[in-house]
């Protein structure tokens, strides 16, 4: 079984968890805490994607920071983020927003 001990105390945590759930990114719903935001900025900028698959779009404001970060680092690919309802609140030509199943990804 795994742990889930960690060196942060839980009242940092928590505060972490607060402001991840308050989070938005131009406005829109975000959902990312500061340490998703810095690894996947170095996955990103390391890797150089040729796509980038989100599972999980919320209101889709990770999709638009993937989109940005990757614009801003030069990377030209497509960011596609799939939820069950996909959000409808904005729309980005960089960005396609499918309706699909996390446990089910075969049939999206």
């Given at each position: 079984m795994r742990s889930f001990k960690t060196a942060f105390p839980p009242d940092l945590l928590q505060s972490v968890q607060a402001g991840t759930?308050?989070?938005?990114?131009?406005?829109?719903?975000?959902?990312?805490?500061?340490?998703?935001?810095?690894?996947?900025?170095?996955?990103?900028?390391?890797?150089?994607p040729k796509s980038l698959i989100e599972i999980g779009s919320n209101q889709g404001g990770?999709?638009?920071?993937?989109?940005?970060?990757?614009?801003?680092?030069?990377?030209?690919c497509p960011v596609v983020s799939i939820d069950r309802v996909?959000?409808?609140g904005f729309t980005d030509p960089r960005i396609a927003f499918l309706a699909g199943d996390a446990a089910r990804l075969g049939d999206t």
């Open positions: 759930m308050a989070y938005t990114y131009k406005g829109v719903r975000c959902l990312k805490d500061p340490f998703d935001l810095a690894i996947n900025l170095k996955l990103i900028w390391d890797l150089k990770g999709a638009l920071w993937f989109a940005d970060m990757l614009s801003i680092a030069g990377i030209g996909p959000p409808t």
